[in-house]
């Protein structure tokens, strides 16, 4: 016959502490008596020390569990927001024989519910004060998740229903409703603002073909979806100066082409491409090179020659970069 005596926390208390000797039944440090039901009567292992609590094993010698409480806690009560804390930190009142929750040693069974306190109750006479299970909860919201409109306001509404606070959780409830009709607000808003730029740069386009159609200048598009590395030097040749009106003079490329590419060393796997063309009088042996990809620069050139074949030498063209 053996005795064990353990702290709150369940660390046991061997012959040598106290009034405590072999003597009297109480073990030392180096003997084991086979016992498996220990402190709180649980399953404690022999070789690590660790009391199996059926969801998490339980150190008694930190006071802590090893993993933690799959209950995310209460702002309420801040005793259940250490996950790793056993049985709210009142050893003396409560058992924990799932791992889970705190409970009553002398109830046979679980208990309904928690009060706002995160206490178990047994029975109920003001069921207001109960809640579900723990692990039922939804749960309020963390500070990232509450800036989510509605979804924020909305958990809490909900998580103060299911602790017993209706009120919270209709003033909750009427802030989602809120914040269903304010994101619906800003939806039409920006909704309408890019509406209308969309539409003022449309209307701006128009007015400028019509007013290069007034002009008898045509507009002469490269796509920058098809032909990228082309669309990419118009654009910034153009923003550095060069004009985006030329004017077509076929006669005379041969010539512009060689002094705009003459000091210009050549790289292998690559095609020199100009900004104006050189079918372009604006070119005039001075245009801005890049080496592009051949593929690239054959295409954009096949699609300007397309749209100028019938367009005599004297024309205006405006050149555009287009998606």
């Given at each position: ?35 498996r039901k220990q402190f709180g009567e649980y399953d404690r292992d022999g070789e690590t020390g660790l ?273």
């Open positions: 016959m053996s005795r064990h005596d353990y702290a709150p926390f369940g660390e046991e208390l061997f012959a040598g502490v106290g009034v405590r000797t072999t003597g009297a039944s109480w073990l030392s440090t180096t003997q084991a008596d086979g016992q009391d199996f609590l059926r969801f998490r094993y339980y150190s008694s010698l930190h006071g802590r569990f090893l993993k933690p409480d799959s209950f995310g806690g209460r702002l309420t009560n801040p005793q259940t927001l250490n996950l790793y804390a056993y049985v709210i930190n009142n050893p003396l009142k409560w058992v924990d024989p799932t791992g889970h929750s705190a409970q009553d040693p002398k109830k046979d069974s679980e208990p309904i519910g928690y009060d706002e306190d995160g206490n178990p109750i047994y029975d109920c006479d003001d069921c207001k004060e109960v809640i579900d299970s723990p692990d039922k909860r939804v749960g309020q919201p963390g500070f990232w998740e509450s800036l989510i409109p509605f979804w924020g306001s909305g958990r809490s509404a909900v998580d103060y229903y299911q602790t017993g606070h209706p009120w919270k959780g209709t003033l909750y409830t009427g802030l989602a409703v809120t914040d269903v009709f304010l994101v619906r607000s800003l939806a039409t808003g920006v909704g309408k603002l890019g509406f209308r730029l969309f539409a003022k740069e449309a209307t701006e386009q128009v007015i400028v073909k019509e007013a290069l159609v007034e002009a008898g200048v045509k507009e002469v598009t490269i796509s920058a979806s098809k032909y990228p590395e082309s669309a990419a030097h118009v654009l910034e040749a153009q923003a550095a100066g060069y004009p985006s009106v030329l004017t077509v003079d076929r006669a005379g490329a041969t010539a512009r082409r060689v002094e705009s590419l003459k000091d210009i060393p050549k790289i292998p796997g690559k095609q020199l491409d100009e900004y104006p063309a050189a079918m372009f009088k604006e070119n005039g042996g001075s245009a801005a090179v890049r080496p592009i990809t051949p593929v690239d620069n054959m295409g954009a050139g096949a699609s300007f020659g397309n749209q100028l074949r019938n367009v005599p030498d004297g024309t205006k063209v405006r050149i555009r970069v287009v998606e």
